[in-house]
């Protein structure tokens, strides 16, 4: 039972070019996300995060954007670097704040930006 | 640097052979998590603690343990490695009231044999 999916297992963007990343969630009870970014043999690094709150926060060339609606989250590279690839994991939480709030992973999406 | 810090990077062992991951901070969190990633997976929760207490997913093996023995410092034990148990396994930390950013190790690659 996959509360966070990630649909997408790649995607190819070429440099310069937007790149957009979606996740989808089915637990309303998540009230906060999360991306992170992995490179090989590295553990994943926290990149951009948003509260059920919100419906947009941007960092730099990132930007997430969140429907609660439509329980869908997408990030959003703009413009794409060679560098930016990697695989990124959309995660989820609920219980912000609390003891108990453990983050809920998708399978994540490879992104490969071509020169 | 502050850090997490987890040894080995890679690690062999035999089917049944009982192995010790272990995990460091620098970051004086009061949480630390183990994950288990298998290839092409979502990193799967296996269990944390919350400052000295230890919280195990309902969905986790017997076969896995973890041990505290202060701040710093958190191991999983596998008991019976069995050939399933070849994944990924990460340490994250957090530091509870100022955001729930996990932060990372590069994880140990486990293979069994």
């Known amino acids: 039972d996959q509360q966070v999916k990630q649909n997408s297992p790649s995607l190819s963007v070429q440099e310069g070019r937007i790149s957009i990343l979606n996740c989808d969630y089915t637990n309303s009870m998540f009230d906060y996300f999360l991306w992170y970014k992995k490179y090989p043999a590295e553990g994943p690094t926290f990149l951009i995060s948003i509260s059920s709150i919100k419906d947009k926060n941007e960092d730099g060339r990132f930007t997430v954007f969140l429907n609660k609606s439509a329980k869908h989250l997408s990030l959003h590279i703009v413009p794409s670097q060679p560098g930016d690839s990697a695989v990124y994991f959309c995660a989820a939480i609920k219980n912000y704040g609390g003891s108990q709030g453990n983050l809920i992973f998708g399978k994540g999406t490879k992104l490969s930006v071509k020169p | ?113």
């Not at chain 2, 799967?44 to 410092?73: G, I, M, V, W």
């Not at chain 2, 008991?79 to 990460?90: E, F, I, V």
């Open chain 2, 1 to 113: 640097d502050a850090m997490v810090i987890q040894n080995p990077r890679y690690q062999v062992t035999q089917f049944g052979k009982p192995v010790t991951l272990s995990c460091s901070q620098t970051l004086n969190h009061n949480v630390m998590y183990w994950y288990q990633q298998k290839s092409s997976q979502a990193p799967k929760l296996l269990f944390h603690y919350y400052d000295k207490d230890f919280n195990n997913e309902a969905d986790t093996p017997d076969n896995f343990q973890s041990r505290r023995p202060n701040t710093s410092f958190c191991f999983l034990d596998i008991r019976s490695p069995g050939l399933g148990d070849a994944a990924m396994y990460l340490c994250a930390t957090r530091l509870t009231g100022v955001g729930e950013k996990l932060f990372f190790g590069s994880g140990t690659q486990l293979s069994v044999l």
